[in-house]
């Protein structure tokens, strides 16, 4: 009984969060009936895909999304490689780093991003005026915005495989630290991996603040400045944004759930 | 053939003393199992031999040589955890072939050796198989297999049979006895189960606060303890006040031998050395039948007596009725009350 309200219950607020205003900016978008005119008749005449031809052949579009993939793979190559052998090493040496490393992965979050960036910008304009020359430089801040994320699915995996007791069943049989960590940890952490990618890329592909406060031309920010001037088009691409941005978590997940593992298990 | 020696091993965590000049010696051969309560030191006395961890203070030889400075992946020991450490992107087989993988061993010579590992564990079946595709008791097997796979000298046990079902433990328990003898495999075994102790080892290392206290074949530990530790630890056992009299000690109106000194003590009798006479002034509270044997309980003078007796003998003896006690035991251990 509980059960069957939950469920009717969840998908209500679906519809009404995620459903209606994603049709509501499809019509918007791809209808060219005015808003007046719009009843039962009309309902399926005008649509089109004029605006994502607009949207598409605007070279400010190609530009700021190719940036803004361009700094969804730094982001993720830097945090996997800073954050897993740190973990790693934490969990298997060093257990009692971990609350330290817990609260240290959360202040990215506790400090807010104009706060972070205008204390950034202004000591590396200090010390390093070039720093915040190139718009690749955002990494930085993305990676450390999403180590909460991150930092938390790698943990998470990584207790849950054992990662201690593997290491000393691996020293046990004549295996070296780094043959360890390519031959048994990586293998084994594949779907905390698989999901802190996802979560790079829904959340760079959509970070607005630290670039716009850079002055940066990522895709959100040409996005808010392409709408001014071609607000459908620039729905249209929004639409296009959520959507494949839906489809990458929802692959993700469904990704795990094949592999027999629950999405709260890689401890997010 | 391999012999160790612990040699006055402590370890220190902080303020916390683990081991306190810890020192057993393990013959070539020869199962060693190192029993004791949690937290008394037995784990970190095989983490020390595995190179897990340094040990403060003291030496660990392997046929006279210091192996404290080599690290874990060059010892060559082979070692089963409690929690059974298979890894889980592996198969059986997988698992097995890593270790030699890691030895150099050729690729068929591993088959070879595979094969053999897989039916010395009985686990040829299952040679395909993920670590999660398989029961508690098979995937100790794998671990089994995969310690054994390098040939080491020497095997440590990590308390492996303790997350498994009772009928399993048993089976494996001598599963791993039985291999044990055939390799002549030097093997240190830690326990916390007195029983599992006695039915796999040829000597058990007692340990109370990071110390051995006594150590001795298992027949010997349960006939002759050492202290009221070893007495309560190992078996189950009676505590009955002890009154010297004259040249004799008296337990319940039974005379016994005892230590010189003192005048009171507290006698520790197994149940087997005691024997209920119909008549008396004891009276029998309950009888539990337990296969081969009857456990029967009594309060005699204010005292609670657990006794095993024969199911012939114990068929006479029913609930309220009036008991003697009889020690058979004419030299328990007796500790002096201070």
């Not at chain 1, 000591?123 to 180590?147: C, D, H, I, K, Q």
């Not at chain 2, 030496?59 to 400075?69: A, E, I, R, W």
């Not at chain 2, 080892?201 to 007692?206: K, L, T, Y």
Request: some cysteine; glycine content about 8%.
């Amino acid at each position: 009984m509980l059960g069957t309200f939950a469920r009717r219950g969840f998908w209500i607020l679906l519809i009404m969060y995620f459903v209606l205003p994603m049709l509501a900016m499809a019509r918007f978008a791809l209808q060219t009936v005015p808003t007046f005119m719009l009843n039962s008749h009309t309902l399926f005449k005008g649509w089109g895909f004029s605006e994502f031809m607009v949207a598409f052949k605007d070279p400010g579009v190609i530009k700021s999304t190719v940036l803004s993939l361009e700094l969804t793979a730094l982001t993720i190559a830097l945090t996997f490689l800073m954050l897993v052998p740190l973990t790693t090493l934490i969990e298997i040496k060093a257990p009692r780093l971990k609350p330290v490393m817990t609260g240290a992965t959360v202040l990215s979050w506790l400090v807010p991003p104009v706060a972070l960036v205008v204390g950034v910008a202004g000591t590396f304009r200090e010390v390093f005026p070039g720093f915040l020359s190139s718009a690749l430089n955002l990494t930085y801040f993305y990676a450390l915005w999403m180590l909460p994320f991150t930092y938390r699915a790698l943990d998470g995996q990584l207790r849950l495989i054992g990662a201690r007791n593997l290491y000393e069943a691996a020293q046990s049989v004549g295996c070296t630290p780094i043959t360890f960590f390519f031959k048994i940890i990586l293998p084994n952490i594949k779907s905390s991996l698989y999901i802190s990618a996802s979560l790079i890329v829904a959340s760079v592909l959509g970070e607005f603040t630290f670039a716009s406060l850079l002055l940066k031309q990522t895709m959100p920010v040409y996005m808010w400045h392409f709408q001014t001037s071609e607000t459908r088009a620039g729905f249209a691409l929004a639409l296009v944004v959520m959507i494949a941005t839906a489809l990458i978590l929802g692959l993700a997940v469904a990704r795990l759930r094949k592999r027999g593992i629950n999405f709260s298990a890689t401890g997010i | 053939m391999t012999k160790i020696d612990y040699v006055n091993v402590s370890k220190k965590y902080g303020q916390e003393i683990a081991l306190r000049d810890f020192s057993l010696n393990v013959a070539s051969g020869e199962l060693v199992s190192i029993l004791g309560p949690s937290g008394c030191g037995k784990t970190t006395a095989l983490r020390i031999l595995a190179g897990f961890i340094a040990p403060t203070s003291g030496q660990v030889l392997v046929d006279g040589k210091d192996v404290t400075p080599i690290p874990a992946e060059k010892r060559g020991f082979g070692m089963v955890f409690q929690s059974y450490s298979l890894f889980p992107n592996m198969t059986t087989s997988q698992n097995i072939e890593f270790a030699l993988k890691l030895r150099k061993v050729d690729s068929s010579a591993r088959v070879v050796k595979i094969r053999e590992l897989l039916e010395l564990t009985n686990m040829a079946e299952h040679a395909d198989k993920f670590p999660h595709q398989l029961s508690g008791g098979q995937q100790q097997r794998v671990a089994l297999a995969r310690a054994l796979a390098t040939e080491p000298p020497i095997l440590l046990l990590d308390e492996p049979l303790s997350a498994l079902d009772a009928k399993v433990r048993d089976q494996l328990r001598d599963e791993i006895r039985g291999l044990q003898k055939r390799l002549g495999i030097t093997t240190v075994f830690v326990t916390h189960d007195q029983q599992e102790a006695m039915a796999i080892s040829d000597r058990v290392a007692v340990m109370q606060s990071g110390v051995v206290v006594q150590s001795g074949s298992p027949q010997d530990l349960y006939r002759n303890p050492k202290n009221a530790f070893v007495a309560s630890f190992v078996g189950t056992t009676n505590r009955l006040p002890a009154i010297k009299n004259g040249l004799h000690w008296t337990i319940l109106g039974n005379a016994v031998e005892g230590p010189v000194d003192g005048t009171r003590g507290i006698a520790y009798v197994r149940p087997e050395d005691i024997e209920l006479v119909s008549g008396g002034q004891g009276v029998i509270e309950q009888a539990s039948f337990l296969g081969s044997f009857v456990r029967v309980t009594a309060k005699v003078d204010g005292q609670r007596i657990v006794a095993d007796l024969p199911i012939s003998r114990a068929e006479s003896l029913s609930q309220g009725l009036g008991v003697s006690v009889v020690i058979a035991d004419r030299n328990p251990l007796i500790e002096l009350e201070s």
